[in-house]
């Protein structure tokens, strides 16, 4: 597939290029992305080298994985990455001075509209998975749309082969009525 520009109220969603790889390397430093992600550790410069030039084109090309900047404006500095596998799961993160303004719900909704609404052939569900206990990644899930479910066997895989415990949800096109409540056991009543 060739790459999508997508935007938002606040946000352009493109292509990441070589000139953002200083910013991915700062970001991905971050020691949550130790705790919750199984980007490489410790993030170098050369990791994100080759996630922005030789992972992510490869993977639009084949529809393995598109993987979206987040920016506040055309040519504006990367704020974070938003991607959708092949096999229709969401994944996201953000430079740890981008957070708390919302920005992942906004882009997350925008990518999961744009899947299900027909771009992608056979999305009819989206899938979010997330360690246990990352609330930030739920409240961005349970803002996007998603609706939590609890499968029999509910894992993430974690790092060096590791699986993990974690939290699931799905998103289809039409938000469902009770997706919000979905939430409670883990995130309570109020938003
Ligand atoms: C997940 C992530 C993208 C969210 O960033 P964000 O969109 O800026 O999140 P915000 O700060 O706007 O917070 C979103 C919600 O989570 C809540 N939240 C944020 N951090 C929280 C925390 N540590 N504990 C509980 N709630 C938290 C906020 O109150 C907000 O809730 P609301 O919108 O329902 O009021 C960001 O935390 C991140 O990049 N984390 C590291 C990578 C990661 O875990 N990715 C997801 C893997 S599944």
Do not use: Q
Not at 16 to 40: G, R, W
Not at 160 to 170: F, N, Y
């Amino acid at each position: 597939m060739l790459p999508v520009v997508l935007r938002t109220e606040r946000l352009v969603l493109d292509l990441p290029v070589e000139t953002d790889t200083e910013l991915v390397a700062h970001y991905c430093a971050d020691p949550l992305f130790l705790k919750y992600l199984t980007t490489p550790w410790p993030y170098t410069t050369e990791h994100a080298r080759a996630f922005l030039t030789e992972y992510i084109p490869v993977a639009w090309d084949s529809g393995d994985e598109l993987t979206w900047a987040i920016r506040r404006a055309d040519g504006a500095p990367l704020l974070g990455v938003i991607g959708l596998r092949r096999d229709h799961e969401i994944g996201f993160w953000l430079g740890a001075e981008h957070r708390g303004e919302a920005l992942m719900a906004e882009a997350a909704t925008a990518v999961s509209e744009w899947a299900l609404g027909g771009a992608v052939a056979g999305a009819e569900t989206l899938l979010w998975r997330a360690n246990e206990g990352n609330l930030a990644s739920a409240h961005v899930a349970r803002a996007a749309g998603f609706r939590r479910i609890t499968p029999r066997i509910a894992t993430v895989p974690g790092r060096d082969g590791r699986t993990l415990a974690a939290w699931h949800a799905e998103r289809r096109a039409e938000v469902e009525p009770d997706a919000y409540a979905s939430w409670e056991p883990i995130l309570g009543i109020v938003a």
